[in-house]
């Protein structure tokens, strides 16, 4: 994979965390296999869990509540389109990582 794919992914993936830790919520990362990180507010511990593997699962949570949504991050593709999926109820926080992937696909 190109440097400058990584470096795109890494982008959208901090601005998403941004975003999601500016909105309250608590950031678990799952790798497909563990959970590698649980609940956490730390934007650089969050960040080091990932990528890790070929996809991550950013699953997000409420504080003292259940599971609020995930976001599906496939890597190596193109960059900008690292998102693979998400669930329609994080439109708020994806918003201005969509922007960012959009000014990079073709």
């Known amino acids: 994979m ?9 982008r959208i993936a901090s601005v998403i965390i941004e975003d999601a ?8 990362v ?5 959970y590698v990180l649980v609940r956490s507010k730390d934007k650089v511990a969050v960040l080091a869990a990932m990528f ?3 996809e991550d699962h ?3 949570y409420r504080p ?17 389109d690292v998102v693979c999926d998400y ?11 969509n922007a960012l992937a959009d000014e990079y696909s073709p």
């Open 2 to 10: 190109s440097k400058l794919i990584r470096e795109l992914e890494e």
């Open 21 to 28: 830790l500016a909105a309250g919520y608590l950031l678990s």
């Open 30 to 34: 799952s790798d497909g296999e563990d």
């Open 52 to 54: 890790s593997t070929d």
């Open 58 to 60: 950013l699953v997000v």
């Open 64 to 80: 003292g509540q259940r599971r609020a949504g995930w976001v599906r991050f496939v890597y190596g593709n193109s960059g900008w």
């Open 87 to 97: 669930t329609c109820n994080l439109e708020h926080i994806m918003a201005r990582a």
